[in-house]
């Protein structure tokens, strides 16, 4: 039966997928018919300015915004487990903003001096802040060992990261900071296709890893006593937790900027749908949710006030936040 | 030590900066349950967590089988080697059957799928821990009782040679106490398992264990089989009772006896003074009791509530000496109580005292 319904709920999630990305191409600004896609597919549209929209703008904003969505999604689903608290995430703790924060720091103090800064030295920059922001939340692990205390001193280095972020940019030339300001709200408008490969290639490479782990991954579930009994090299583990959940969230925060609330939301919304947590089935499943998710709120951010455009955090904050909040009522309960 | 199948030598345990009981030597057969007693903080999860690889030794070796535990593969001990501890997990969306499982896990491929036999693995160790029934019920949601059998059943599923068990019964109520310890012993007989655990109930540790540790606040005091461990009077000192008292053949626990010249004599024996005994305990009467057989179930609660008491090997006569102190104490006395009427033969004194103390002015049947 629970295969059954695992089945079932992939499909759920693949038809969903398909759908918010298909809705993701011909809605916006100009609309392109389906059929228009189809044909331009095939190479034989005949409107330009369809092409040019199509190709330029709305496939890579599609294909990121699923990329990147998913790799939140798993990312917060790492956290989740590594800390054994269902409302961490890479935004909560800090970790996107202190990935924000280097690369704020990359873009006005680089920008002067390069051109154009490549996707790797953007994701290296992330990557960097991301890091060292968790390094705080792990030393903020060991000495308090309640769900809430971590939380609140995440959201706390998140806070502190984000000053020193504004003050920056408050502080830097408007030829520098153009871009960053959107950019530093949250959105995925502007992404090109170099960025689009570029994140794949690591966001599914972590991804591939991470389903590697799924066995640890689910003798950790038990706690670090039983799953340094059933044989689990747990520095190893843990190692990798930080690593890829830190990878993870510097991907998503080089080209994006710090989204909020996925993390938490999805893993939250497959394990319902699942009705399980097995990481086996929660890796895939967080990705392809996390996915849709996005998808849905990109939509939702770029066509609700069109022609403005709102940030993508605005709008995973509507949806995400009430989840976490009933996650935390039911915690209370329990 | 080397015939033991687990054992330790020169253990030191403890952390980085701290070590907290040094040079263990104990040691367990196959079918053996090993059981540590001692206070709370003493060590004893220490103890278990060094035993099996949680902690880094400070110093010494443990052996499992003649071979050192730490030249041993994660995996090889895994397999060897089970736990259950006490704190409480904190699982989400897991049935039962899915902790249980948990278990297969050092016998499981790179992505831990169940394959046949290892489904069949999980059920029959549920049916032998008889939690089949709740097998599908989410294992945050059961009672307390059944989580423990739950986590047995996980590390009985994991076909160890050794379990360690870390204060196994300290959420469970005297019916579940039972049942798990039955039911781990069982286990032990049957599947020849080496069982090393900490218990804080000294009555089930004394019944339960082939051997004991006792780990005291500055290191393992004694090491033995439950008769060399339960000496008079070493309980108090293992645990620094300072109030009330603790009888090791009974295991019975008694409070503050009451202070002051006793004003009451009992005449008890044959059982039946113990309650009269309590009674005047929890008005803070001082009194006296005699003439007490030491293989009389009152003898433990009289030795330790009673201000004065007269008392007779089991295999002596009571003789007219020990009468007359009896005689005393209650002439001494401002009243007098009589718990029976029934004398046996080899008792005489005891009706004698019986009949002079009915004769007193202050008697109170």
Request: charged share 20%.
């Given at each position: 039966m629970r295969r059954t319904r695992a089945v079932f709920a992939f499909a759920v999630l693949a038809v969903l997928l398909v759908l918010t990305a298909v809705l993701n191409v011909i809605i916006g600004s100009v609309r392109i018919p389906l059929a228009d896609v189809l044909e331009i597919f095939a190479g034989r549209g005949a409107d330009v300015t369809a092409r040019t929209i199509l190709w330029q703008i709305r496939l890579p904003r599609t294909a990121a915004a699923a990329v990147l969505g998913g790799a939140l999604a798993l990312s917060g689903y790492l956290l989740q487990t590594f800390f054994h608290?269902?409302?961490?995430?890479p935004f909560v703790l800090g970790i996107s903003s202190g990935a924000k924060l280097t690369v704020a720091l990359l873009l006005v103090f680089a920008a002067r001096r390069v051109a154009s800064i490549s996707s790797a030295v953007m994701i290296a920059s992330a990557f960097a802040g991301a890091l060292l922001a968790m390094g705080f939340v792990l030393i903020m692990a060991r000495v308090v060992d309640k769900m809430s205390m971590l939380i609140v001193g995440g959201v706390m280095i998140g806070y502190i990261c984000s000053a020193v972020t504004d003050i920056i940019v408050t502080f830097a030339d408007d030829s520098d900071i153009v871009n960053l300001h959107n950019w530093s709200r949250g959105?995925?408008?502007?992404?090109?296709w170099e960025n689009v490969a570029v994140m794949s290639v690591l966001v599914f490479a972590a991804a591939l890893f991470i389903f590697l782990l799924s066995k640890p991954i689910s003798a950790y579930r038990l706690g670090e006593m039983y799953a340094q009994n059933m044989g689990v090299n747990l520095k190893l583990l843990r190692v990798c937790f930080v690593l890829l959940s830190s990878m993870l969230a510097a991907c998503i925060t080089a080209f994006a900027g710090p989204v909020s609330f996925v993390g938490i939301a999805v893993p939250h919304l497959v394990k319902r749908l699942f009705g399980t947590a097995k990481p086996i089935l929660m890796i895939p499943a967080c990705f392809l949710g996390g996915s849709v998710f996005c998808l849905f709120c990109d939509l939702l951010a770029r066509t609700l006030f069109a022609p403005t455009e709102m940030s993508i955090s605005t709008v995973t904050a509507v949806f995400g936040a009430p989840i976490v909040i009933i996650i935390l009522l039911r915690k209370q309960r329990a | 030590m080397a015939d033991y199948y687990v054992y330790t030598q020169n253990l030191s345990v403890g952390y980085p900066k701290k070590t907290?009981?040094?040079n263990i030597a104990i040691g367990v057969n196959r079918g053996e349950i090993l059981t540590l007693i001692g206070p709370?903080?003493?060590?004893k999860s220490t103890v278990l967590k060094s035993i099996a690889g949680q902690l880094k030794l400070i110093a010494g070796t443990v052996y499992i089988d003649k071979t050192d535990?730490?030249?041993?593969?994660k995996k090889v001990l895994s397999q060897k080697l089970s736990v259950v501890f006490t704190q409480r997990l904190r699982t989400e969306l897991m049935t039962c059957r899915d902790v249980v499982a948990t278990g297969r896990y050092p016998y499981t491929g790179r992505f831990g799928i169940l394959c046949a036999k290892d489904r069949q693995k999980v059920e029959e160790a549920m049916a032998l821990i008889r939690i089949t029934a709740f097998a599908d019920e989410d294992f945050a949601k059961i009672s307390d009782g059944q989580r423990q059998r739950v986590m047995l059943a996980r590390a009985i599923c994991q076909e160890p040679d050794i379990i360690l068990l870390d204060e196994?019964?300290?959420?469970?109520?005297i019916r579940h106490k039972l049942e798990f310890l039955q039911l781990l012993q069982n286990m032990a007989r049957e599947k020849k398992l080496s069982v090393i655990m900490s218990l804080h109930e000294l009555d089930l540790a004394k019944k339960i264990s082939d051997r004991i540790i006792c780990v005291g606040e500055h290191c393992v005091e004694r090491f033995g089989t439950p008769q060399e461990i339960f000496r008079e009077n070493y309980m108090k000192t293992l645990f620094g009772v300072t109030t009330g008292s603790f009888d090791e053949t009974t295991c019975g626990m008694e409070l503050e006896m009451p202070k002051g010249e006793p004003k009451v004599f009992v005449l008890a024996g044959a059982a039946s003074g113990q309650e009269t005994f309590r009674r005047l305990q929890r008005r803070g009467v001082a009194f006296a009791t005699g003439?007490?057989?030491?293989?009389?179930?009152?003898y433990p609660v009289a030795k330790a509530l009673a201000a004065k008491l007269v008392n007779v090997k089991a295999t002596q006569r009571i003789g007219m000496e020990r009468l007359a102190s009896a005689k005393e104490l209650a002439s001494k006395c401002e009243s007098v109580i009589c718990c029976r009427e029934h004398f046996a033969d080899w008792e005489p004194e005891n009706r004698e005292l019986y009949e002079y103390l009915q004769r007193k002015p202050s008697y109170r049947g």
């Amino acid at each position: 039966m629970r295969r059954t319904r695992a089945v079932f709920a992939f499909a759920v999630l693949a038809v969903l997928l398909v759908l918010t990305a298909v809705l993701n191409v011909i809605i916006g600004s100009v609309r392109i018919p389906l059929a228009d896609v189809l044909e331009i597919f095939a190479g034989r549209g005949a409107d330009v300015t369809a092409r040019t929209i199509l190709w330029q703008i709305r496939l890579p904003r599609t294909a990121a915004a699923a990329v990147l969505g998913g790799a939140l999604a798993l990312s917060g689903y790492l956290l989740q487990t590594f800390f054994h608290n269902p409302i961490a995430g890479p935004f909560v703790l800090g970790i996107s903003s202190g990935a924000k924060l280097t690369v704020a720091l990359l873009l006005v103090f680089a920008a002067r001096r390069v051109a154009s800064i490549s996707s790797a030295v953007m994701i290296a920059s992330a990557f960097a802040g991301a890091l060292l922001a968790m390094g705080f939340v792990l030393i903020m692990a060991r000495v308090v060992d309640k769900m809430s205390m971590l939380i609140v001193g995440g959201v706390m280095i998140g806070y502190i990261c984000s000053a020193v972020t504004d003050i920056i940019v408050t502080f830097a030339d408007d030829s520098d900071i153009v871009n960053l300001h959107n950019w530093s709200r949250g959105s995925f408008s502007g992404i090109t296709w170099e960025n689009v490969a570029v994140m794949s290639v690591l966001v599914f490479a972590a991804a591939l890893f991470i389903f590697l782990l799924s066995k640890p991954i689910s003798a950790y579930r038990l706690g670090e006593m039983y799953a340094q009994n059933m044989g689990v090299n747990l520095k190893l583990l843990r190692v990798c937790f930080v690593l890829l959940s830190s990878m993870l969230a510097a991907c998503i925060t080089a080209f994006a900027g710090p989204v909020s609330f996925v993390g938490i939301a999805v893993p939250h919304l497959v394990k319902r749908l699942f009705g399980t947590a097995k990481p086996i089935l929660m890796i895939p499943a967080c990705f392809l949710g996390g996915s849709v998710f996005c998808l849905f709120c990109d939509l939702l951010a770029r066509t609700l006030f069109a022609p403005t455009e709102m940030s993508i955090s605005t709008v995973t904050a509507v949806f995400g936040a009430p989840i976490v909040i009933i996650i935390l009522l039911r915690k209370q309960r329990a | 030590m080397a015939d033991y199948y687990v054992y330790t030598q020169n253990l030191s345990v403890g952390y980085p900066k701290k070590t907290v009981l040094e040079n263990i030597a104990i040691g367990v057969n196959r079918g053996e349950i090993l059981t540590l007693i001692g206070p709370n903080g003493a060590g004893k999860s220490t103890v278990l967590k060094s035993i099996a690889g949680q902690l880094k030794l400070i110093a010494g070796t443990v052996y499992i089988d003649k071979t050192d535990r730490s030249l041993i593969s994660k995996k090889v001990l895994s397999q060897k080697l089970s736990v259950v501890f006490t704190q409480r997990l904190r699982t989400e969306l897991m049935t039962c059957r899915d902790v249980v499982a948990t278990g297969r896990y050092p016998y499981t491929g790179r992505f831990g799928i169940l394959c046949a036999k290892d489904r069949q693995k999980v059920e029959e160790a549920m049916a032998l821990i008889r939690i089949t029934a709740f097998a599908d019920e989410d294992f945050a949601k059961i009672s307390d009782g059944q989580r423990q059998r739950v986590m047995l059943a996980r590390a009985i599923c994991q076909e160890p040679d050794i379990i360690l068990l870390d204060e196994p019964t300290s959420y469970l109520d005297i019916r579940h106490k039972l049942e798990f310890l039955q039911l781990l012993q069982n286990m032990a007989r049957e599947k020849k398992l080496s069982v090393i655990m900490s218990l804080h109930e000294l009555d089930l540790a004394k019944k339960i264990s082939d051997r004991i540790i006792c780990v005291g606040e500055h290191c393992v005091e004694r090491f033995g089989t439950p008769q060399e461990i339960f000496r008079e009077n070493y309980m108090k000192t293992l645990f620094g009772v300072t109030t009330g008292s603790f009888d090791e053949t009974t295991c019975g626990m008694e409070l503050e006896m009451p202070k002051g010249e006793p004003k009451v004599f009992v005449l008890a024996g044959a059982a039946s003074g113990q309650e009269t005994f309590r009674r005047l305990q929890r008005r803070g009467v001082a009194f006296a009791t005699g003439i007490l057989f030491e293989n009389d179930m009152d003898y433990p609660v009289a030795k330790a509530l009673a201000a004065k008491l007269v008392n007779v090997k089991a295999t002596q006569r009571i003789g007219m000496e020990r009468l007359a102190s009896a005689k005393e104490l209650a002439s001494k006395c401002e009243s007098v109580i009589c718990c029976r009427e029934h004398f046996a033969d080899w008792e005489p004194e005891n009706r004698e005292l019986y009949e002079y103390l009915q004769r007193k002015p202050s008697y109170r049947g």
